[in-house]
C-alpha cells in the first residue's frame, strides 16, 4: 500500500515561495513507470494539475504554471517537493501529492493520494 503525506507552511506572504514536500512510503518513486503529481484545488474550484516529476527524474509542468513551479525529488529520502514562487491569494488552495499512472500523458490519472495540506496566501 503506497502512501503520501504532504508538509510545509500553512501560510505564506504574498511574492514570497510556496514550498512543499511529499514523503512516499510503501513505494518508491524511482519505480518505473509512475510519475509524481501535484494537484491543487482552491476554493470553490475544481482540480488543477501543476506538476509531475517522473521515475527517471523528468519533469512535467502545466503551462500556465511552468514560469513559476519547480518540482525536484530526493530519492534517498523517496520525497517529492514542489516549489511554486511568487505567490499571491489566488494560489490558496488544498494542495495534494499524488501518484500518477498516465505514462505518456500525465496529470489525468492517480491511484494514491497525499490527505491533503491547506495553504493560505496572506500578508
Known amino acids: 500500500q503506497v502512501q503520501l503525506q504532504e508538509s510545509g507552511p500553512g501560510l505564506v506572504k504574498p511574492s514570497q515561495t510556496l514550498s512543499l514536500t511529499c514523503t512516499v512510503s510503501?513505494?518508491?518513486?524511482?519505480?518505473?513507470?509512475?510519475?509524481w503529481s501535484w494537484i491543487r484545488q482552491p476554493p470553490g474550484k475544481g482540480l488543477e494539475w501543476m506538476g509531475a516529476i517522473a521515475y527517471d527524474g523528468s519533469t512535467y509542468y502545466s503551462p500556465s504554471l511552468k514560469s513559476r513551479t519547480s518540482i525536484s525529488r530526493d530519492t534517498s529520502k523517496n520525497q517529492f517537493s514542489l516549489q511554486l514562487s511568487s505567490v499571491t491569494p489566488e494560489d490558496t488552495a488544498v494542495y495534494y501529492c499524488?501518484?500518477?499512472?498516465?505514462?505518456?500523458?500525465?496529470?489525468?490519472?492517480?491511484?494514491?493520494w497525499g490527505q491533503g495540506t491547506q495553504v493560505t496566501v496572506s500578508s
Open positions: 510503501g513505494g518508491s518513486i524511482t519505480t518505473s513507470y509512475y510519475a
Open positions: 499524488a501518484r500518477d499512472t498516465g505514462w505518456g500523458s500525465w496529470g489525468y490519472e492517480y491511484d494514491y
